[in-house]
C-alpha cells in the first residue's frame, strides 16, 4: 500500500499505547525523536511501552529523515490515523483551526486521548474539544500551546486550584522577544532578527502571528481561561503586535531606564459601587509595553518566555524558561502524552474544563495604565501649559515630564521644535486615545512621535529625575 493511501502499520506491543502523530515539522521531528530515544525510559515511567503507531504528513517528500527511519508509519491520511482501531492518542503538532478541529473531534468522539499543542484552536474554540472529550471520557491535554516548554498550563489547572488566581501576565511569545532582544542590544534589523527566529524554528508558519501579537493573544485566551474559570476567547483579547516599535521607541525606552517586552496581561478586575456591591470582571490584552529594567520581564532575552501568577493565598510566582523552538515545546507534549498514557493504563483522566463563573471581559478603553507619550512641539512660551491642559481635559494625570531639542537649531525669530516626553499617572486607555486625538489638533504640536504603555512603573519615573 502506498505511504499515501490510508494506514500506515506498525508491529503492535501488547499493551502498549498508540500514538498518532499529526505534523512533523520542528516540535514533531522532537516528538518522534524522544519517543523513539526515550522508548525504554518512558516504558518504565508509564508501565506500559509508548509508541508510534503513524505519523501523517502532507508532503512526506518534504521529511527525508522521518520517511528514511520511520517510513512504514508516514501517512498522507491524517483524518483516518486519527480514528485508527490501533490508535490510543493522538498527537497534533500541525497547527491552525481546519482541518484540524475536525479530526480532534472525530478522535475525541471515537475515545482517543487528545494532546495538541494548537493555540489557535483551543483559543477559538476549546470548549468544543473539551465537550467532546467529556463525552466520550477520553483526556485532552494542552500544556505545549503556551510558553513552550514551560509548565504553566498544569500548574494553572491543577497546582492552584484551590487557590484564587487574580493576575497572569508576561512575555508569552517568544519570537517577538528575540526580535525585541535583537533590538535592544543594537546591531539587528527587524528583518535579520526576524528571519533567524524563523531558521532557529521558533517563528509560526506565518510569523505574522507572532509580531502582530495573534499568538501571544491565542495564548492569552487560554492562560485567562484557566484563571479565572470563564470562557475567554482570542477575540475577547486586545491585540497590539510589535510591528510598529521603531529603533526611536528602542532608544527612549532605554533613556528612561526601561526595555520594551511584547506582554500578555490576564487580570481579575474588582470594581467596588459607592453602595459596596462588587463586580468582577476579566481584562486580557496584549501589547507592546515599557518595562522598568529592574524588573525581572526586562532581563528575559531571545526566545525565552517568562510568566507571572498571582494568587491570592500563594502569592507571587513564576515561571521562566524556553518558550519556542522544536525540543523545548516537544517536552510539554511528551509530557502530556506521558499522562495519558498513565491514564489510559492505570485509570485516570485530565481535568475537566470549568468556566463556571463566567465573568465579563472588560473592555480595554476602561482599562487603566500608564502611558510614555513623546510629542514634537512648538518651542515657545505657553507650550507646555496648553499641553499639560488637553491631559487635564481628559482626566490624564501627568507623572513625568522632559524637554529635549530645543533651541537648538532655530533660526533667528524661529521658535523651532522641541521634544516633550511625557509620563502619565494610570489613566484608562480611552482617556489616553482622546488625549492624542485632542493634541495633535493642536498647531504647536506636528507630531506624535511616540505612544507606549509602561508597565511596572515606578522606577522608570524616577528615572527622569521626577517621582511620583
Ligand atoms: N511562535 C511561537 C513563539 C512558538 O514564537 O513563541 C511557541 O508557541
Redesign the pocket.
Known amino acids: 500500500m502506498a505511504s499515501g493511501e490510508s494506514s500506515a502499520e506498525s508491529a503492535v506491543t501488547p499493551g502498549a499505547v498508540r500514538v498518532a502523530l499529526l505534523g512533523c515539522g520542528t516540535v514533531g521531528t522532537e516528538v518522534v525523536r524522544l519517543i523513539t530515544e526515550q522508548a525504554d525510559d518512558l516504558t518504565a515511567r508509564v508501565g506500559a511501552p509508548v509508541e508510534l503507531a503513524g505519523v501523517a504528513v502532507r508532503r512526506p517528500h518534504r521529511h527525508p529523515w522521518l520517511t528514511e527511519t520511520h517510513g512504514h508509519l508516514v501517512t498522507t491520511d491524517a483524518a483516518a490515523l486519527a480514528t485508527r482501531d490501533d490508535v490510543d492518542a493522538v498527537v497534533e503538532v500541525i497547527g491552525g483551526i481546519e482541518p484540524v478541529r475536525g479530526w480532534l473531534l472525530a478522535a475525541l468522539a471515537a475515545g482517543k486521548s487528545v494532546v495538541t499543542a494548537n ?1 489557535a484552536l483551543l483559543a477559538e474554540d476549546g470548549p468544543t474539544l473539551a465537550e467532546a472529550a467529556d463525552a466520550s471520557g477520553a483526556d485532552l491535554y494542552y500544556e505545549a500551546a503556551v510558553a ?1 516548554a514551560i509548565p504553566l498550563l498544569r500548574p494553572l489547572r491543577e497546582s492552584l486550584a484551590g487557590d484564587r488566581i487574580t493576575r497572569v501576565a508576561g512575555i ?5 522577544n528575540f526580535i525585541l532582544s535583537a533590538m535592544s542590544s543594537g546591531g539587528t534589523s527587524y528583518a535579520d532578527a526576524l528571519e533567524e ?1 524563523t531558521r532557529l524554528g ?3 508558519a506565518d510569523p505574522s ?2 509580531v502582530d501579537g495573534y ?1 501571544a493573544a491565542s495564548k492569552a485566551a487560554i492562560l485567562a481561561s484557566l484563571a479565572f474559570h470563564t470562557r475567554i476567547t482570542a477575540s475577547d483579547v486586545h491585540r497590539e503586535g510589535m510591528r510598529g516599535v521603531s529603533a526611536a521607541d528602542v532608544a527612549a525606552a532605554r533613556r528612561l531606564g526601561c526595555t520594551i517586552k511584547l506582554l500578555a496581561i490576564c487580570e481579575r478586575v474588582v470594581d467596588e459601587a459607592p453602595d459596596g456591591s462588587v463586580a468582577e470582571s476579566v481584562s486580557a490584552r496584549v501589547y507592546p509595553a515599557m518595562v522598568p529594567d529592574s524588573h525581572p520581564l526586562a532581563g528575559v532575552d531571545g ?1 525565552f ?1 517568562a510568566v507571572f501568577v498571582e494568587a491570592e493565598a500563594a502569592g507571587q510566582l513564576m515561571f521562566y524558561g524556553q ?2 523552538g522544536g525540543a523545548p ?1 516537544a517536552s510539554a507534549v511528551l509530557g502530556d502524552l506521558v499522562a495519558v498514557a498513565r491514564n489510559r493504563t492505570g485509570g485516570g483522566r485530565s481535568p475537566r474544563e470549568s468556566a463556571y463563573a463566567d465573568l465579563p471581559v472588560r473592555p480595554i478603553g476602561e482599562v487603566p495604565t500608564r502611558y510614555h507619550v513623546d510629542l514634537e512641539v512648538a518651542d515657545r512660551e505657553g507650550v507646555l501649559a496648553t499641553i499639560a491642559g488637553a491631559f487635564a481635559k481628559q482626566g490624564v494625570s501627568i507623572a513625568a515630564v522632559r524637554q529635549t531639542g530645543g533651541v537648538f537649531g532655530a533660526a533667528d525669530g524661529d521658535p523651532g521644535q522641541a521634544r516633550l516626553t511625557v509620563v502619565t499617572h494610570s489613566a484608562p486607555e480611552a482617556a489616553l486615545s482622546a488625549t492624542v486625538s485632542a493634541l495633535l489638533e493642536l498647531d504647536i504640536v506636528p507630531g506624535v512621535a511616540g505612544v507606549l504603555r509602561v508597565e511596572g512603573l515606578g522606577r522608570a519615573v524616577a528615572a527622569l529625575g521626577m517621582g511620583e
Open positions: 493555540k513552550g508569552v511569545n517568544g519570537t517577538s527566529a521558533y517563528a509560526e502571528a507572532d499568538d526566545a518566555n518558550g519556542a515545546t
